[in-house]
């Protein structure tokens, strides 16, 4: 069975810091490309971080600088650090794995069941 548990979120102030994790059980973790995606109310869902199986990284551009994703797979665990967060921040974040082909994720069917982080003073 495939299990994504996501942990790590909470109440920050403004300028704080979070590290988020996601421990990952049931397939082949290391092939995997790993990314973390949020949700705000009355938004969709925006990508904010990948990281392919050759640890190859992108961001969108709102995170550039101040998050940072990683992996190890001897863990199976992805993490992603968050600092100088803002009230902007305030989401529930989600971790999700995809396959890769040719070097681009393609299905992305396994999912976390997300973790609130709230940026407030």
């Known amino acids: 069975e495939v299990q994504l548990q996501a942990s790590g979120g909470g109440l920050v102030q403004p300028g704080g810091s979070l590290r988020l994790s996601c421990a990952a059980s049931?397939?082949?973790?290391?092939?995997?490309?790993m990314s973390w995606l949020r949700q705000t109310q009355g938004k969709g869902l925006e990508r904010v971080a990948d990281?392919?199986?050759?640890?190859?990284?992108a961001y969108v551009d709102s995170a550039k600088g101040r998050f940072t994703i990683s992996r190890d797979n001897a863990k199976n665990t992805v993490y992603l650090q968050m600092n100088s967060l803002k009230p902007e921040d305030t989401a529930v974040y989600y971790c999700?794995?995809?396959?890769?082909?040719?070097?681009?994720?393609?299905?992305?069917?396994?999912w976390g069941q997300g973790t609130q982080v709230t940026v407030s003073s």
């Open positions: 049931g397939y082949a973790f290391k092939n995997f490309a």
């Open positions: 990281i392919m199986n050759d640890d190859k990284t």
């Open positions: 999700n794995a995809c396959t890769v082909v040719v070097g681009r994720p393609t299905r992305c069917d396994y």
